[in-house]
């Protein structure tokens, strides 16, 4: 019978060819493609992951800020004030007093937008042919009030005090026949002519501080 056994020196070139085929398949095997063609394993994947999971709203607008750069609207340069365009100007029903009658100034929104009025007007006689003033104009009596908004179609008032300047001695005064009133609105420098056959002082200063108009704050009519 033949004797089986190998020689020592093969079973150790057999192991040790064995271990080699080994490393050399788990060296193949690392960093391999996977099933969806990308690393199994290891850090390849972190950059991607990094990116998907930056802030998709970090490269836009602070919520906002388009209305916060958007130009303001500019008030209108009246500052919605009524001007004399915007109304009409008529004398009330007066009354008599001691040496003076008092009427009212009635002042009407006769625009298509409402406007605010506030204070006293600015009163004059005026006479002749070319609207000259006569005398002192309409000083101001009492407190200033607060303002008054018309709508289109509403008026308000200015109370005036109108003397009767025949009271005072004639040199002194220097009797003219006014043919009306200029008037300028609060805070406007274009006026308006309101009718009134009366009599002022054409002096520029009268006796005993005296005055020949007075005007009182606006208010609602």
Do not use: E, H
Not at 145 to 164: C, E, F, H, T, Y
Not at 185 to 196: E, G, R, Y
């Amino acid at each position: 019978m033949a004797n089986t056994k190998k020689p020592w020196f093969s079973l150790v070139f057999l192991s040790a060819a064995g271990a080699s085929g080994a490393l050399l398949l788990s060296a193949c095997g690392q960093g391999s493609p996977g099933a969806s063609g990308t690393p199994t394993d290891g850090p390849a994947s972190s950059p991607a992951m990094s990116a998907s999971s930056a802030p998709a709203s970090s490269s836009s607008a602070p919520s906002g800020s388009a209305s916060s750069t958007a130009p303001a609207q500019k008030p209108p340069a009246d500052n919605g004030l009524c001007k004399a365009g915007d109304v009409t100007l008529s004398l009330g029903k007066g009354d008599a007093g001691a040496g003076s009658a008092y009427l009212p100034l009635l002042i009407k929104n006769t625009s298509s937008q409402p406007c605010t009025i506030q204070g006293f007007p600015g009163v004059s006689y005026v006479g002749g042919d070319n609207g000259q003033q006569i005398g002192q104009p309409a000083t101001r009596d009492g407190d200033k009030l607060g303002p008054v908004k018309l709508a289109p179609g509403q008026s308000a008032k200015a109370d005036l005090q109108v003397a009767n300047v025949r009271n005072y001695d004639a040199a002194a005064c220097q009797p003219t026949p006014a043919k009306g009133f200029r008037v300028y609105l609060p805070q406007d420098t274009a006026s308006k002519f309101v009718p009134f056959d009366g009599l002022g002082c054409a002096a520029k200063t009268l006796p005993g501080n005296g005055k020949q108009l007075g005007v009182k704050s606006v208010v609602r009519a």
